[in-house]
């Protein structure tokens, strides 16, 4: 009795992680790998191009969506940008079902991030320079920066006064 109870337990188990997807291998490595190579990138402060380029090599197919829609919630700047710009290299008409809904109802910090990938990426909508332009009026600091950038990307002639202003803004923070 107590063999048939761990045998079915054993059943139980194995079938309770055959539902589980695997997550989606690239080049010897993890969508999660991936998106860890991207916030190294981001941290040292790689340039746009170096961003595009990377997402560039990064060859996903559909079977990434799942784990790449749930990241885009992810409190890691570079995490969320990482999963919102390989949602777009997968398929740009993802912009429409898997970001529009997290621009218009997510947290403040994940719509700017978003507004961001879909700048750099070439994909942005009204609605990402909607957010970009709440953001210049939030009361948190890093969001107003974070619009400014985002608006300089959007409009590369206006960058040196786009710089001026961010700076401007960290000075009269202090």
Same mark, same amino acid.
């Not at 194995?14 to 997807?21: E, I, R, V, Y």
């Given at each position: 009795?107590?063999?048939?109870?761990?045998?079915?337990?054993?059943?139980?188990l194995?079938?309770?992680?055959?539902?589980?997807? @695997? @997550?989606?291998?690239?080049?010897? *490595?993890?969508?999660? +790998?991936w998106?860890?190579?991207?916030?190294?990138?981001?941290?040292?402060?790689?340039?746009? @191009?170096?961003?595009?380029?990377?997402?560039?090599?990064?060859?996903?197919?559909?079977?990434?969506?799942?784990?790449?829609?749930?990241?885009?919630?992810?409190?890691? *700047?570079?995490?969320?940008?990482? !999963?919102a710009?390989?949602?777009?290299?997968? +398929?740009?008409?993802?912009?429409? $079902? +898997?970001?529009?809904? #997290?621009?218009?109802?997510? !947290?403040?910090?994940?719509?700017v991030?978003?507004?961001?990938?879909?700048?750099l990426?070439n994909?942005?909508?009204?609605?990402?320079?909607d957010?970009?332009?709440?953001?210049?009026? $939030?009361?948190d600091?890093?969001?107003?920066?974070?619009?400014i *950038? !985002?608006?300089?990307?959007?409009?590369?002639?206006?960058?040196?006064?786009?710089?001026?202003?961010?700076?401007?803004m960290? #000075?009269?923070?202090?």
């Amino acid at each position: 009795m107590a063999r048939m109870l761990c045998a079915a337990g054993v059943v139980v188990l194995l079938l309770a992680g055959c539902g589980q997807p @695997e @997550e989606p291998v690239f080049d010897g *490595k993890t969508l999660s +790998d991936w998106l860890d190579e991207f916030n190294r990138f981001s941290v040292r402060q790689a340039t746009d @191009e170096e961003l595009l380029a990377l997402v560039e090599s990064i060859d996903f197919g559909p079977e990434a969506v799942p784990f790449l829609r749930e990241r885009l919630h992810d409190h890691d *700047k570079h995490i969320c940008t990482g !999963a919102a710009m390989l949602l777009i290299r997968i +398929d740009p008409q993802r912009v429409r $079902h +898997d970001l529009l809904p #997290v621009l218009r109802d997510g !947290a403040v910090k994940n719509r700017v991030y978003l507004a961001t990938a879909m700048i750099l990426m070439n994909t942005f909508e009204g609605q990402a320079l909607d957010v970009l332009a709440e953001g210049l009026e $939030h009361d948190d600091p890093w969001v107003r920066t974070s619009s400014i *950038k !985002a608006f300089g990307m959007f409009i590369p002639e206006c960058q040196g006064a786009v710089s001026a202003l961010a700076r401007l803004m960290r #000075v009269s923070e202090h």
